[in-house]
């Protein structure tokens, strides 16, 4: 159990991690044109939930399969190219990438609309639709039996909410909410990375500092870093976009999912 108060910056460390990921998600997020490419070469898959909803989700397989399973859950705008992309990339780096759809097909392309759609998420239906997604990814021939969550703001919240509901072998939040009692935490049966910023006003260090105490409390294996950035840090598209911060906090992404799910 871990804790990083900021992110080292060394360059001989950098390079380590970088080695381990191999092409940095934050190259590919901050290039339109290799974002839409990705986006379009993913497959979208679709089930019926136990209440009879139908859901869909972007796929991406990578070249050797069975692999590891990542489902990626969006950040307040939906599921847009950029996470879209995400999911490629993590095929790149050897999973199977998952990326559902918690808006029924709905993006947002300005503040209002996000804060709007996310508001409209009922609790009970996104925990179906991702315990759904979860079993459809532990019965997927091309995954190896191992599943991990990850997801960014939003999206970071419900990656920490869908393990809850759904025992999985990993959790990787990006600056999500964490306001979970032990007593909730308890039900996690892998371990968890944490990623957040210093500077986030919204999942504030205050909140960080409450889940750290209270996943020691209920004695579960995570690893939390804390970078000299924002809320958003890891988005290349919106103005709190820290470069050096997303690519370390992807390497180690990347890192740890290989440790998990191997």
């Known amino acids: 159990m871990t804790e990083h108060k900021a992110a080292l910056r060394s360059?001989?460390?950098?390079?380590?991690?970088?080695?381990?990921?191999?092409?940095?998600?934050?190259?590919?997020?901050?290039?339109?044109?290799?974002?839409?490419?990705?986006?379009?070469?993913?497959?979208?898959?679709?089930?019926?939930?136990?209440?009879?909803?139908?859901?869909?989700?972007?796929?991406?397989?990578?070249?050797?399969?069975?692999?590891?399973?990542?489902?990626?859950v969006h950040e307040w705008w939906g599921l847009n190219d950029q996470i879209k992309a995400v999911a490629s990339e993590l095929a790149a780096n050897g999973f199977v990438g998952l990326a559902i759809d918690l808006y029924d097909g709905k993006v947002a392309n300005d503040p209002d609309g996000a804060k709007a759609l996310m508001g409209g998420v009922k609790d009970a239906?996104?925990?179906?639709?991702?315990?759904?997604?979860?079993?459809?990814?532990?019965?997927?021939?091309e995954v190896n039996g191992k599943v991990a969550t990850l997801g960014f703001c939003f999206g970071g919240g419900w990656s920490l909410n869908a393990s809850i509901a759904h025992p999985?072998?990993?959790?990787?939040?990006?600056?999500?909410?964490?306001?979970?009692?032990?007593?909730e935490l308890r039900k996690l049966k892998g371990p968890v990375l944490g990623?957040?910023?210093?500077?986030?006003t919204f999942i504030n260090p205050a909140m960080v500092d409450a889940f750290g105490g209270n996943m020691k409390e209920a004695n579960k294996p995570h690893d939390i870093y804390r970078y000299d950035a924002d809320h958003a840090f890891a988005n290349p598209t919106g103005q709190n976009y820290d470069k050096e911060d997303a690519r370390l906090a992807w390497d180690r992404t990347i890192a740890f999912l290989k440790a998990n799910l191997a």
């Open 11 to 72: 360059p001989a460390r950098r390079d380590v991690l970088t080695g381990i990921a191999g092409v940095s998600l934050a190259t590919l997020l901050a290039d339109p044109i290799r974002v839409a490419q990705a986006a379009a070469g993913l497959e979208t898959v679709t089930v019926k939930t136990p209440s009879g909803r139908s859901v869909s989700a972007a796929l991406a397989l990578p070249a050797q399969i069975p692999a590891g399973g990542v489902m990626i």
């Open 168 to 183: 999985v072998d990993a959790t990787v939040i990006y600056y999500g909410r964490v306001d979970k009692p032990a007593a």
């Open 195 to 200: 990623q957040f910023g210093n500077q986030d």
């Open 125 to 141: 239906d996104a925990t179906e639709t991702v315990t759904t997604w979860l079993d459809h990814l532990y019965a997927m021939k």
